[in-house]
């Protein structure tokens, strides 16, 4: 099982990024996808979420309206699009992949978004 995460970087504040976690050696449109972010010192937070087929999406309050979640079942890959990008979303980025039953809980190893001027 692998997810790979990719996008991140640094960039100023109002600009702009996308992230992209491409997965294999599992089943990818069986299972819940989701974005978390741990800034230095804080907890792991929920970012947004992505249902198996792309038809319910979830987001943070305070991520509504400039991040959009999306996935491409066909080529095993999540998206994460940030826009409207603040200090306060300076973070490492993660992806999540999840699936109730059978319980299965699959990470990346976090890819790392900067926003600073």
């Known amino acids: 099982v692998q997810l790979v995460e990719s996008g991140g970087g640094l960039v100023q504040p109002g600009g702009s990024l996308r992230l992209s976690c491409a997965a294999s050696g599992f089943s990818f449109s069986r299972f819940i996808m989701s974005w978390y972010r741990q800034a230095p010192g804080q907890e792991r937070e929920l970012v947004a979420f992505?249902?198996?087929?792309?038809?319910?999406?979830n987001y943070a309050d305070s991520m509504k309206g400039r991040f959009t979640i999306s996935r491409d079942n066909a080529k095993n890959t999540v998206y994460l699009q940030m826009n409207s990008l603040k200090p306060d979303d300076t973070a490492v980025y993660y992806c999540?992949?999840?699936?109730?039953?059978?319980?299965?809980?699959?990470w990346g190893q976090g890819t790392q978004v900067t926003v600073s001027s």
């Open positions: 992505i249902s198996e087929a792309g038809g319910r999406t």
């Open positions: 999540n992949a999840r699936r109730n039953i059978p319980r299965s809980d699959y």
